[in-house]
């Protein structure tokens, strides 16, 4: 079996997206010590689970993680962003008007996740937009526990349809900043938990 075929266990999963959220924020914000150990455990924990590859883009963007420079991280992902980390951005263009806002594509596929959200009982924390990648991240990660079928559908949905088509795009814009790496990690991830999921549907 190729290893790109390996199905991941779903607490490896969680960690995994968890720890995607996580290696947005500056570095400066991070316990170095802490943050190395819990990168080091997950990629050993996905290399004994038989998906080295997806344990390799962490470790890629681990080598690069600490010579991020604060303004590196402030031009790229906050002020005046080359790579704004908001998944609509790269789907649907912004409001031309301030009467657009309420009805423009952008606004209603933001509605539509914060509804997906709701439906798991979680709401954004801090005045975040709902398409925020590291929130979308956290979801990926909380929404695991949920079992129920219908849950698990919607889960699909939501990868399917409001991450996947545009995760592409905010790989290309990052080129090759170290995130680069844990965009391709979540890629793969999802890929896995589509493996799982078509799995269980065959049985």
Same mark, same amino acid.
């Given at each position: 079996?190729?290893?790109?075929?390996?199905?991941?266990? #779903?607490?490896?999963?969680?960690?995994?997206?968890? =720890?995607?959220?996580? =290696?947005?924020?500056?570095? $400066?914000?991070?316990?170095?010590? $802490? !943050?190395?150990?819990?990168?080091?455990?997950?990629?050993? $924990?996905?290399? #004994?689970?038989?998906?080295?590859?997806?344990?390799?883009?962490?470790?890629?963007?681990?080598? @690069?993680?600490?010579?991020?420079?604060?303004?590196?991280?402030?031009?790229? =992902? #906050?002020? !005046?962003? !080359?790579?704004?980390?908001? =998944?609509?951005? +790269?789907?649907?263009?912004?409001?031309?008007?301030?009467?657009?806002?309420? !009805? /423009?594509? %952008?606004?209603?596929?933001?509605?539509?996740?914060?509804?997906?959200? @709701?439906? +798991?009982?979680?709401?954004?924390?801090?005045?975040?937009?709902?398409? +925020?990648?590291?929130?979308?991240? #956290?979801?990926? &990660?909380? $929404?695991?526990?949920?079992?129920?079928?219908?849950? %698990?559908?919607? %889960? %699909?949905?939501?990868?399917?349809?409001?991450? @996947?088509?545009?995760?592409? @795009?905010? /790989?290309?814009?990052?080129?090759?900043?170290?995130?680069?790496?844990?965009? &391709?990690?979540?890629?793969?991830?999802?890929? /896995?938990?589509?493996?799982?999921?078509?799995?269980?549907?065959?049985?």
């Amino acid at each position: 079996m190729p290893v790109t075929s390996k199905q991941l266990p #779903e607490e490896i999963l969680a960690d995994s997206y968890l =720890l995607a959220s996580v =290696l947005f924020i500056s570095p $400066s914000q991070m316990d170095e010590e $802490s !943050t190395n150990t819990r990168i080091i455990n997950l990629c050993e $924990s996905l290399k #004994e689970a038989g998906r080295s590859d997806i344990a390799e883009h962490f470790e890629m963007f681990h080598k @690069k993680l600490w010579a991020i420079q604060e303004e590196d991280h402030l031009f790229t =992902l #906050e002020m !005046t962003p !080359t790579a704004p980390p908001y =998944l609509g951005y +790269y789907g649907f263009d912004a409001p031309k008007s301030c009467g657009e806002i309420g !009805t /423009s594509e %952008r606004n209603m596929y933001m509605i539509e996740i914060a509804g997906v959200y @709701k439906h +798991y009982g979680i709401k954004m924390e801090h005045g975040e937009m709902p398409d +925020y990648f590291p929130a979308v991240c #956290e979801f990926l &990660a909380i $929404s695991l526990a949920e079992t129920d079928p219908k849950s %698990r559908n919607l %889960r %699909r949905g939501f990868i399917n349809s409001m991450v @996947k088509p545009h995760l592409p @795009k905010f /790989s290309h814009k990052l080129n090759k900043k170290p995130w680069s790496h844990i965009t &391709a990690a979540v890629a793969v991830l999802m890929e /896995s938990e589509n493996i799982v999921k078509s799995n269980e549907g065959d049985e």
